[in-house]
């Protein structure tokens, strides 16, 4: 996987300890910084204060306090450039219709592999410096 850039921290939300744990984890030792959220209430507090620190959000769906759309809602509020993964043990193709659509970079329906997460960063590696080269162009 290519490098991420610098300051590239990553909030985990979801409900099942399990899961947010073992993506923490994951994302720890690949050098990443990473914070976790049990709830949807909390992960829209930290998003409200973290002055746009959260370049990546991996929510699931369906959180008590407020659902994974109210979370990648405030993430995009905090950082218009953040990207949002949605995941999810409850997938529908209306759910992963309208998670692009509001703006989710990608939808992983549960069990996912650390396969399928390395994917979505290394597509994100990939793609955050050119959109950052490009906001700077179109800045100038």
């Known amino acids: 996987m290519p490098p991420l850039p610098a300051r590239f921290d990553v909030l985990v939300v979801d409900?099942?300890?399990r899961v947010r744990e073992l993506v923490?984890?994951?994302?720890?030792?690949?050098?990443?910084?990473?914070?976790?959220?049990?709830d949807g209430?909390?992960?829209?507090?930290l998003l409200q204060r973290s002055n746009g620190r959260y370049r990546l959000v991996v929510t699931d769906l369906n959180l008590p306090g407020?659902?994974?759309?109210?979370?990648?809602?405030?993430?995009r509020q905090a950082n218009?450039?953040?990207?949002?993964?949605?995941v999810t043990g409850y997938a529908s193709l209306d759910s992963a219709i309208l998670a692009v659509r509001v703006g989710a970079y990608d939808y992983l329906?549960?069990?996912f592999s650390l396969g399928q997460l390395d994917v979505i960063l290394t597509r994100i590696?990939?793609?955050?410096?050119?959109?950052?080269e490009n906001r700077e162009l179109v800045q100038t």
């Open 109 to 111: 329906t549960k069990p």
């Open 15 to 17: 409900d099942d300890e």
């Open 24 to 38: 923490m984890s994951y994302l720890s030792s690949q050098g990443i910084p990473v914070t976790g959220a049990n």
């Open 80 to 86: 218009a450039s953040c990207y949002v993964v949605i």
């Open 41 to 45: 209430a909390a992960a829209i507090s």
């Open 66 to 75: 407020a659902d994974g759309f109210a979370v990648l809602h405030a993430a």
């Open 125 to 132: 590696a990939d793609r955050a410096p050119l959109e950052m």
